[in-house]
């Protein structure tokens, strides 16, 4: 067996990342339990009329799969795929403002699903110029993707959401492009972060290609220049129907959580834009929820998440075959993984 230094530092790193993730969980399954708590999350018209369809959930499956997410996490580190990941809360100060900001927010965003209002920044001025689809205040959260506040507190939300998995669940992407890139040289890699969000993907991207020409593209201002910060890169705000780079430009564009929140009219028109800017050879990176026929035993549970949290195209995401639509537009699905939720697809173009 190969034990040499480097072996053994991936090994060592792999044991941090298993205690930070069970920090993480930790603190995280605290945080969203103390919200549901407070708040005891109001039924909003979509779930009074819920009628779920699928059997109920196998707690036995649900926690397997949740645990696998930080197991696949730590292996992947140890195998020397990525650097461990800084995403839990080291800082107490720091992580007990976010999670009192998150709880402060709970309670406004349960009064919007109690009113059923999932298009409140619609008024709002300073959205008129973009998407209506966009124009949504996804998951019911306060300033939909328009304002810093949201941007702040968007991690907070979803770790809480997800018991503190969203970082592994994210990496399964960044697995799989580990595995594909493993042994090229970085220096000549040019990629950029569709829909970067505030940018936690990128910044792992980035700790694990540090010498690869990378960007963040995002519609929302506020995201981008929280993105902008956390990881370091350079940021171009843009619709990802239109990507600003020319034909043929990179070797790889990632696609975190966006799928799910596009209408169906739209989804082949974001494919198409992002296989155009892609090299011959080059791979796409999709990262998204998993699909009723991914985990049957998790059906109820994926036919609710819509009905709870302000989704309107998250119910077509879930019936469509994703492998025909990228290959519509010239990509071919070369690997794939799953942790918890979340399933992670790597496409190439031919």
Known sequence: MDQSPGRNAFALDAVGQRARAATKAAWWSAAGGLARALTRPTQGQAARTFEPSGPPVSGARLRQVYLEAFEKDARDVAAGLYPAMEDAPTRPMKSLLQALDFLVDAKAVDQRRRRGDGVEVRSEPETQAY????????????????????????????????????????????SLLARHWRGR??????????????????????????????????????????????????????????????????????????????????????????????KPGGVLVFVDSVQPTDEPHL???????PAYFHEPYYSTYAQTDLAALFRGAGLRLVSEDRAFLTKAMLFEKA
Do not use: I
């Open 131 to 174: 998407p209506n689809y966009y124009r949504q205040n996804f998951h019911y959260q306060s300033g939909g993707w328009f304002t810093a506040e949201s941007a702040r507190r968007y991690d907070a939300q979803v770790e809480a959401l997800f018991a503190g998995t969203a970082g592994a669940m994210r990496r399964r992407g960044l």
């Open 299 to 305: 059906e109820r549970l994926l036919e609710a998440f």
């Open 185 to 278: 040289d970085q220096r000549n890699l040019r990629m950029v972060d569709a829909a970067c969000g505030s940018g936690a993907f990128l910044r792992d991207l980035k700790a694990a290609f540090p010498r690869a020409a990378m960007a963040g593209v995002d519609l929302s201002s506020a995201y981008l220049a929280k993105a902008r910060r956390r990881a370091g890169v350079g940021a171009v705000q843009a619709n990802v129907e239109t990507l600003p780079f020319a034909d043929g430009a990179l070797d790889a564009v990632s696609c975190v959580y966006l799928f799910h929140e596009l209408p169906p009219r739209v989804r082949p028109v974001v494919a198409a834009a992002m296989a155009r800017v892609l």
